[in-house]
């Protein structure tokens, strides 16, 4: 009975969790399909928090929730979500595939799928081939949108990102080759959307330049990792114009007055123009590298104790180009010693 019992538990484990009926699956594919959006959801770490009734969350476990309704909401539209997990044990015993795949069209669910994360390297290898057997071809030119969720990437290090394989690293440039398994040479994402903390800085946004044309990202700390994401739902009325930069501003807006309305600490968000920035980026980047290489060299004790600032805090990033191309919101902390600052750059450097 107990082999019975346990074949039975282990077949409850099948990679394909739940797939659309096929004749329901030609229902909702062969509609006509505007946008495409792909979420990646870091859950490899701590992401456990309280909501002022005491009551228990997982960031990215509520992230993944918010996700599937902007999946549901949206007709014309693609969805890709990959919720990245940390590893566990079915009965002590067996190791769980540690990555979840689900896939929406026109609002509805074609595909859920478990897969292995990739332990040997931080890639994006086994999402881009999900990507690519559901991804919608031959179809008028898609808005791409590429949106991550987790906490803040490492420019340089990155080892011990994931929790379940501290040995890995995963860095800006790990992000950025793992995106460009999901486009071409001729094609950018329109919009990619970094909710993590300092993602605002030159090394970053470079990095992002060659493979997106708008991007919006927080150079402060972020609180829980959190863009709200409502402004996605239903892209057939809020971008039916199709005007992508004028749309990130609004989802921008709509994250800010959300995150001012209930946090306490500093809130910045900011939508950067790749073309227009480029010029900035150009400028710092050798100044920006040496400091990178300089906190290289450092051991993660003494690189853990090293601050962020305004880029405009050091002379070297007084440039007039640093205004060019980005639309700041920002407030300062209600406490500390940043309570006094009125206004940021939109760019972030390390104090080095």
Not at 61 to 67: D, H, Q, R
Not at 85 to 97: A, C, D, I, T, V
Not at 237 to 251: C, E, H, M, Q, S
Request: glycine share 4%; proline share 3%.
């Amino acid at each position: 009975m107990s082999y019975v019992v346990l074949t039975v538990l282990l077949s409850s484990c099948s990679p394909e969790l739940s797939v659309m009926e096929e004749s329901k699956r030609t229902e909702y594919t062969t509609l006509s399909t505007h946008y495409s959006i792909i979420f990646f959801i870091h859950g490899d770490s701590d992401y456990l928090y309280r909501d002022t009734s005491n009551n228990e969350y997982n960031a990215d476990e509520v992230t993944v929730m918010n996700a599937k309704r902007v999946a549901e909401q949206n007709p014309n539209t693609e969805v890709f979500i990959f919720h990245q997990k940390p590893k566990s044990n079915f009965l002590f015993f067996f190791p769980q595939r540690d990555g979840e795949f689900y896939y929406y069209r026109n609002g509805q669910l074609i595909a859920n799928e478990l897969y292995w994360r990739d332990r040997e390297k931080s890639d994006f290898n086994l999402e881009a081939a999900l990507y690519r057997k559901y991804h919608v071809v031959n179809q008028d030119k898609l808005i791409n949108m590429f949106l991550y969720f987790g906490h803040e990437i490492p420019e340089a290090g990155g080892v011990g990102y994931d929790e379940s394989y501290p040995d890995r690293s995963f860095t800006i440039d790990d992000l950025a080759g793992g995106m460009k398994s999901f486009t071409s040479d001729s094609i950018k994402f329109d919009l990619t959307i970094l909710s993590t903390c300092y993602g605002g800085t030159p090394y970053t946004i470079g990095k992002l330049i060659p493979i997106t044309k708008t991007i919006i990202a927080s150079p402060e700390n972020l609180h829980l990792s959190y863009f709200d994401m409502s402004s996605l739902e239903r892209l057939d009325i809020n971008l039916k114009d199709g005007d992508v930069p004028a749309f990130a501003k609004r989802f921008a807006r709509q994250s800010f007055d959300k995150l001012t309305s209930s946090v306490e600490t500093t809130v910045s968000v900011v939508v950067y123009d790749a073309n227009r920035v480029q010029n900035f980026v150009n400028s710092v980047q050798k100044d920006y590298n040496q400091t990178l290489d300089s906190l290289k060299r450092l051991t993660p004790a003494e690189l853990a104790v090293k601050e962020h600032c305004d880029c405009t805090d050091i002379p070297a990033y007084q440039i007039s180009t640093i205004k060019d191309g980005v639309d700041v919101l920002y407030r300062s902390a209600r406490f500390g010693r940043s309570k006094n600052k009125k206004i940021h750059s939109g760019w972030e450097c390390w104090k080095y």
